[in-house]
């Protein structure tokens, strides 16, 4: 069954743009994790936060985690078109442990 | 450094027969996990091996399984294949730390059961 459940499940945006993608959970957990997906290939790791972080922040990336809400969010600033791709969240720990549960995804379209 | 490399990249069997899929961890990495991505399923947790061991499964029938090799390679094999069984089978490899760490996923093997 499916852990996470990403929000919204498909966004299009223009270039330049801000894209923010939220994701919910149930139980509680170690760490959660952001991926990106192309055309169904492999996954692209992107970020790690762990429970007992707030936000953390990579290149034009910027993740938050609310544990109180089980949710999290990944703002992509200043989007391009080679961010055109599906984005999941998978969480860590609970009942599986070391295995990650992952949502849905999101797809976004990222248009010149 | 090299990423996760999994082996062959497609495979097509019909169905009742066997196929075998292989996967190579980073160095230095010792837990291989095995996802299943099939079209409206989304990705589903199969197995993890660390240190040669089953460590956990997930909710698949006894004919999905696998085996860790002392080089941490990983094979997974599905027997008695059916329809339902083509999808994009994903390994990922982390480092262990006694906590759960950043999964690398290899390119994937794509099964196609007819």
């Known amino acids: 069954s499916q852990q996470g459940e990403e929000d919204p499940q498909a966004l299009s945006i223009q270039e330049g743009e801000n894209a923010t993608m939220n994701c919910s959970y149930k139980?509680?957990?170690?760490?959660l994790q952001w991926y990106r997906q192309n055309s169904g290939r492999g996954l692209v790791h992107l970020i790690l936060?762990?429970?007992?972080?707030r936000e953390k922040h990579s290149g034009r990336l910027r993740v938050t985690l609310d544990t109180s809400k089980k949710s999290s969010s990944l703002l992509i600033t200043a989007s391009r078109a080679a961010d055109t791709a599906s984005y999941f969240c998978?969480?860590?720990?609970?009942?599986?442990?070391?295995?990650?549960?992952f949502g849905k995804g999101t797809s976004l379209l990222v248009t010149p | 450094e090299a990423g996760v490399t999994q082996s062959p990249t497609h495979l097509i069997k019909t169905r009742g027969q066997q196929a075998t899929l292989r996967c190579s961890p980073i160095?230095?990495?010792?837990?291989v996990y095995w996802y299943q991505q099939a079209l409206g399923l989304g990705l589903q947790f199969l197995l993890w091996?660390?240190?040669?061991?089953?460590?956990n499964r997930g909710n698949f029938p006894p004919r999905f399984s696998g085996r860790q090799f002392p080089n941490y390679s990983s094979e997974l094999n599905v027997n008695a294949l059916e329809l339902e069984d083509s999808a994009l089978y994903l390994c990922?490899?982390?480092?262990?730390?006694?906590?759960?760490?950043?999964?690398?996923f290899g390119p994937g093997t794509r099964l196609l059961v007819l």
């Open positions: 990922a490899s982390s480092r262990w730390t006694g906590e759960p760490e950043t999964q690398y």
């Open positions: 139980t509680s957990i170690n760490n």
């Open positions: 936060i762990r429970s007992n972080e």
């Open positions: 998978a969480t860590a720990g609970g009942h599986r442990g070391y295995a990650l549960n």
């Open positions: 160095s230095g990495h010792t837990s």
């Open positions: 091996y660390d240190e040669g061991e089953e460590r």
